[in-house]
């Protein structure tokens, strides 16, 4: 079947809009700086921006996610879910804080390692056995802290994310562009499914699974856009 992703995060960023291949030396358990996919030139100046409330612009903002299978090789899945609000504060001319919400009820599948099933691992990734969106339409990222990262051009961005009614910390790298009025976070997270009680088929609660086994781990890349109000 498949192994999810999602979060949200932000703004994270959950929080960036291109398309990953999640490799065994670029993952680590939750809590774990994760390296963007693209690297990212180092500013000259701090970046600037005018202080006030920015509003998250959705039709601009963007969010991907991939997983894989355990025990076969370069299968991957992968889809999108749409970021439906969020906003972020901006204090003394830097981002402070902000959240991000994602509505789950739009999670796509726009490929699978086996070349089809799209539609039917759509529909199982917003059953109860993944993020049972009825019960539960959205997750939602809060970020506490912006920290300048050990990366050059990089922000290390703290909080905690939210799925199915389970809140829990998570960090990744973002980048920060844009000034003024207008302001761009882009990131990639690696998440941890299980500890939000994503269980599905994973190979540390179910025993002979086979080659069904999907990883724990799964990846989101984001982009959020937001203009001050």
Do not use: C
């Not at 959240?99 to 089809?116: A, E, F, Q």
């Not at 939000?196 to 994973?202: D, K, R």
């Amino acid at each position: 079947m498949m192994k999810l992703i999602l979060f949200l995060v932000i703004v994270a960023a959950v929080v960036g809009g291109v398309l990953y291949v999640v490799s065994g030396d670029q993952r680590g358990p939750i809590g774990d700086p994760v390296l963007s996919a693209t690297p990212v030139e180092a500013t000259a100046t701090p970046l600037v921006f005018s202080d006030g409330v920015y509003q998250l612009t959705a039709s601009a903002s963007r969010m991907e996610w991939s997983g894989s299978k355990t025990l076969i090789a370069n299968y991957i899945d992968r889809g999108t879910v749409a970021i439906a609000s969020g906003s972020a504060v901006v204090e003394g001319g830097a981002v402070t804080k902000g959240s991000v919400v994602v509505d789950l009820t739009t999670i796509t599948t726009t490929s699978t390692g086996r070349g089809s099933g799209e539609t039917m691992m759509q529909k199982h990734l917003k059953s109860a056995d993944f993020f049972d969106v009825e019960k539960y339409p959205t997750a939602a990222f809060t970020f506490e802290k912006l920290t300048p990262a050990s990366v050059s051009g990089q922000l290390t961005v703290s909080g905690t994310l939210a799925i199915k009614g389970v809140t829990k910390p998570v960090q990744f790298l973002a980048t920060l562009t844009g000034a003024g009025n207008a302001l761009t976070m882009e990131a990639t997270a690696t998440l941890d499914r299980t500890q939000w009680g994503l269980t599905y088929a994973s190979g540390n609660f179910f025993k002979n699974l086979g080659d069904k086994v999907i990883d724990d781990l799964f990846t989101v890349h984001f982009v959020v856009v937001g203009t001050r109000r």
